[in-house]
């Protein structure tokens, strides 16, 4: 399964679990886990609230962990401007690993997946889901 998604960059919190749900959900798996996997190098996904003080407050400390305006040795290198975002995507990582409980990923009451853009442009992002069932599911 994959889907794809439009993102805008510079720190750009998508809810993608409507998504996630969806690709689960077409597998007609019932119990298992699923694979989340972002392919790119300078997004990433996590599980996270939504909730628009903590998505300000993930931005702020990111900013303050590798500022985007900071010179990197990426830049000299590739003569783009994007090394923050390689480093925020390689820290917070580009999968998520999910149980499957009836069919449906066995979130938390507040938990979202959330798929983070940290590049300096608008992209459009894909994401794998792979799932596969513990053995007591019906496939
Ligand atoms: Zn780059």
Redesign the pocket.
């Known amino acids: 399964m994959r889907f794809e998604v439009k993102t805008r960059g510079h720190c750009d919190f998508v809810d993608v679990t409507e998504e996630v749900s969806g690709a689960i959900g077409q597998t007609g798996i019932v119990e298992g886990a699923a694979l989340v996997f972002l392919q790119g190098t300078?997004a990433a996904l996590t599980v996270m609230e939504n909730e628009s003080g903590l998505m300000t407050d993930i931005k702020e400390a990111l900013e303050r962990f590798a500022p985007e305006q900071a010179d990197y040795r990426?830049h000299a290198r590739?003569g783009?401007r994007?090394?923050a975002a390689?480093i925020r995507s390689a820290v917070i990582g580009t999968d998520v690993v999910l149980p499957i409980k009836d069919g449906a990923p066995d979130l938390g009451t507040w938990q979202r997946v959330m798929l983070i853009d940290f590049d300096e442009r608008p992209r459009q992002r894909a994401v794998t889901v792979t799932a596969w069932s513990s053995g007591s599911g019906r496939t």
Do not use: A, L
Request: aromatic share 14%.
């Open positions: 300078t990426h590739w783009d994007n090394g390689h």
